[in-house]
């Protein structure tokens, strides 16, 4: 229930939504797509990474002089939670071929073909295994499947949402790699959602020039996350799994090579140490950090962990001035604010429309673009609805979906999204969704080449964590691919490289070289990273909270 | 938030906290200062991680719900549970068939079900567990895996079962057969495949990635878009 003073406006909405629908059946495009200069336009005056304040140059590691997202840049410029002193490097606690980092979907594709190359795997994660961004993915998974769709449409796509500066080996190994992925989940047992036929259903995305996004249901992330999940449990010969104990420093030999990781123990406070040939980062995204005050989607792990233990042993950052806002987050009731609102509601026929009801942007532009255009509706065209909390947001018409698709269509087809403001007495297939841009996802990463090798040896990085695929900006339901196309060929070439390789002595001399760079800056000794897990404690209560001492991380 | 907020009074491992009425359990227990670091996961409803029992004031009942998705109340006593140590037995999916005989070895237990609908009670999103374990026990794979599709795996069902019943694993093991056997095969997606590993499109593509930018540009805004 929208509070009362909402509800003029949400009768603009249904006074205008008879001559909408008419406009979405017609089959006529629903209000004219942006031209490149229209798109320049936007995101140079309302994204908000075209602000003075949202990059900065980084002052050490291998990007210096770069300019980044201010945030990171911050987080990267800050002291290891560890003194290397303290460890015993010729004894370590656990010795594996391949050790993955992170246990989202990117790390399950990675340790189930590192074992099938077989390699003997460790997989480590900082929460639950699983308890990741992959499984909250609700909207899809793109892959050019249909007979009137192609991988070189999908590459054209790819690169031109990802504004022409993707890797062009990496779009390739994603969109022609992309068909096989779906095989595969099809076969370990995802249930993606069938046409009659057999054939898939699939519909259209932000920036798809055909529709492509495979689907199943709006828990699409969980049904491959989970099955994945299942399939890596079911390999405890050659996969081993340790949880609630992220990584926190990479550790290197001799020759350069990565070989291997510290971990934390999140209960019992112990540090282990794991050598290993070959090392690969899959801990996803940074949504976390909440560049710009924004609120997030992301999971609460979800804290650029990999980036900093990456970075801080050499390997270097690709696009990191980027960050995706995505259009559609909640912003009423105050309980989900930030929550996704799958892009799967505008492909079935959500409309975005301003306090009038009017619309005023093509629904699928490119995320950025999007989520630019909502912005200026709200700020400079002073069309937003403001919340009781003081937010601004504009309607999402979301009970069209039922009108265009027949009654029922949301509980068969998004039932994720009718249960999240269902439990806040929000009934989405009768009244619209308040929604607003929300810091999404990390277009950026550490610079990967098609084997998913960055430029130091023995170091793999997969999925979210890593930079070049996407280019400036991802498009919906590549990621979810992403993880499986990159995941797995991290697993496969990990695997392969760690059959040859010979560890000489090992050590952690780079965090040493890297903190006498930063003590140069003069930064607070107490500023240390990786964050681990974000800080919501209120000032006041942490004021007698004595044993804080640490800044900016996990206590 | 607001200064004049309205407050409630919660408690946690017993001892009563101050928080906004409009926290949920989740931030609520860090308004009070806990630093969580575990039964804390997506924070959305998506990945189970917060399964939490509570009850409210003046009443005996002890509930159960996703600490991220419930709203704390007046009075309301909470604890978390971070893990549950259930049985997950090891296979192969694919020596598997998709029928009752897979159950029948791997989750005995599941013929036990004395169908009192706790779980179905217990479940915060509001599966109807008992009808897709009642599902299996009748060889119906396909149904339960329907009917447990939502399935986040927090546990709760499996935690309140008199019978000792994995609920959710067993619901994993119904979808990943329905998935794998029982849904149609696309033959659009075979075709797919096998005409990629024949390289079909190796020589457009490798033309585009050599494609100077400009070229590349006027190609992407002229290309044709079709809805779907
Ligand atoms: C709400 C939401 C909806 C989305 N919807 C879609 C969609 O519809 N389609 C699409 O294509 N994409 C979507 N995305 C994006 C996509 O899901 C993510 O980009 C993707 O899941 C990232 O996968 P990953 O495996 O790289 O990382 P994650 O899945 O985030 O996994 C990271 C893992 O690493 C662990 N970890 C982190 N730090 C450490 C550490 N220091 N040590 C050990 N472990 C660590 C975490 O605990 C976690 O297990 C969505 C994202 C969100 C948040
Ligand atoms: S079926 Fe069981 S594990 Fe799954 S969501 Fe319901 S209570 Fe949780
Ligand atoms: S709680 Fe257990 S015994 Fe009761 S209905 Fe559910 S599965 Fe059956």
């Not at chain 1, 010729?90 to 993955?100: A, I, K, M, R």
């Not at chain 1, 806002?325 to 026929?349: D, N, S």
């Not at chain 1, 999007?370 to 937010?391: D, L, M, V």
């Not at chain 1, 979906?401 to 029922?408: F, V």
């Amino acid at each position: 229930m929208y509070p009362e003073y909402m509800q003029e406006s949400i009768r603009n909405v249904e006074k205008t939504r008879p001559a909408r629908l008419k406009l979405a059946k017609s089959g006529k495009q629903l209000f004219p797509r942006m031209s490149a200069q229209e798109r320049d336009v936007v995101l140079n005056k309302f994204h908000p990474d075209y602000k003075p304040e949202a990059r900065r140059e980084i002052r050490i590691g291998p990007n210096k002089g770069e300019r980044i997202t201010t945030k990171v840049a911050e987080l990267l410029e800050t002291f290891s939670r560890i003194n290397p002193a303290d460890f015993d490097l010729d004894h370590p606690d656990y010795e594996t071929d391949v050790l993955v980092i992170g246990a989202g979907s990117a790390g399950f594709s990675a340790s189930i073909l590192a074992a099938e190359n077989g390699a003997n795997v460790i997989l480590v994660t900082k929460l639950r295994i699983g308890d990741s961004n992959s499984m909250m993915a609700q909207g899809g998974i793109q892959a050019a499947v249909r007979p009137d769709d192609s991988p070189v449409l999908h590459y054209l796509d790819v690169i031109g949402g990802g504004h022409f500066d993707n890797k062009p080996e990496l779009a390739k190994a994603l969109v022609c790699d992309a068909p096989d992925a779906i095989k595969w989940l099809q076969d370990l047992g995802v249930m993606f959602d069938r046409n009659p036929d057999g054939t898939m259903k699939t519909k259209s995305g932000g920036g798809t020039c055909r529709p492509r996004m495979h689907s199943a249901r709006d828990y699409t992330g969980a049904a491959i996350c989970r099955t994945l999940r299942d399939e890596v449990q079911n390999r405890p010969d050659k996969i081993k799994i340790l949880e609630h104990q992220p990584a926190v420093e990479l550790i290197k030999d001799s020759n350069g090579r990565v070989a291997g990781a510290v971990l934390y123990h999140l209960e019992n406070k112990e540090y282990f140490t794991i050598k290993a040939k070959a090392t690969i980062l899959s801990t996803g995204g940074f949504g976390r950090l909440h560049i710009q005050g924004f609120e997030t989607t992301n999971h609460y792990g979800a804290t650029a962990d990999g980036l900093v233990m990456g970075y801080r042993a050499g390997a270097n950052l690709l696009y990191m001035d980027s960050v995706q806002y995505h259009p559609t987050g909640a912003v009423y009731p105050l309980q989900i604010v930030g929550f996704l609102c799958t892009e799967k509601l505008r492909g079935m026929g959500a409309q975005p429309v301003n306090k009038n009801g009017e619309l005023f942007v093509y629904p699928l532009e490119p995320r950025d673009i999007e989520a630019s255009a909502f912005i200026r509706e709200c700020t400079e065209r002073g069309n937003g609805i403001k919340t009781p909390a003081g937010n601004l947001g504009i309607w999402l018409d979301t009970p069209l979906i039922e009108q265009i698709n027949g009654a029922g269509a949301i509980k068969q087809n998004l039932p994720a999204m009718l249960r999240q403001f269902g439990r806040f007495d929000v009934d989405i297939t009768k009244e619209p969704m308040l929604v607003y841009p929300t810091l999404h996802y990390q277009n950026g990463g550490l610079e990967i080449n098609d084997h998913c090798e960055t430029k130091l040896p023995g170091l793999y990085v997969a999925g979210e964590a890593s930079g070049g695929v996407h280019g400036r900006n991802r498009l919906m339901g590549n990621s979810q691919l992403d993880l499986i196309v990159f995941g797995r060929r991290a697993g496969r070439y990990a695997a392969e490289y760690a059959k040859g390789a010979k560890l000489g002595k090992l050590n952690l001399d780079h965090v040493y070289e890297y903190e006498k760079e930063v003590e140069k800056l003069g930064i607070d000794r107490k500023k240390i990273s990786p964050m681990v897990l974000p800080d919501y404690i209120p000032e006041a209560v942490k004021k007698r909270q004595y044993t804080t001492h640490y800044e900016g991380t996990l206590r | 938030m607001a200064k004049d907020q309205e407050m409630v009074k919660v408690y946690i491992l017993g001892e009563g906290f101050d928080v906004p009425a409009s926290s949920t359990i989740i931030t609520a227990m860090e308004y009070a200062g806990f630093q969580l670091t575990t039964g804390v996961g997506c924070r959305e409803g998506f990945c189970g991680a917060c399964a939490t029992l509570y009850r409210e004031k003046g009443d005996y009942k002890l509930q159960a719900g996703l600490a991220c998705q419930t709203v704390v109340s007046d009075g309301m006593y909470i604890a978390q549970i971070p893990f549950v140590p259930a049985e997950k037995p090891i296979y192969d999916i694919t020596k598997l068939t998709p029928d009752i005989n897979s159950f029948k070895t791997l989750y005995p237990t599941v013929f036990r079900c004395v169908s009192c609908n706790t779980c179905t009670k217990a479940c915060p999103q509001d599966i109807e567990v008992m009808d897709y374990v009642q599902a299996l026990i009748k060889g119906d794979i396909a149904k339960a895996a329907d009917l447990s599709f939502d399935c986040i795996r927090c546990g709760l069902c499996a935690l309140r079962c008199p019978a000792e019943i994995v609920q959710y694993n067993a619901g994993i093991l119904a979808r990943r057969l329905t998935g794998r056997y029982l849904l149609k095969k696309s033959p659009d997606l075979e075709l797919r495949v096998k005409e990629i590993a024949e390289g079909k499109y190796d020589k457009d593509i490798e033309k585009l990635m050599k494609t100077n930018k400009e070229k590349i540009k006027k190609l992407y805004y002229e290309r044709e878009v079709k809805l779907g």
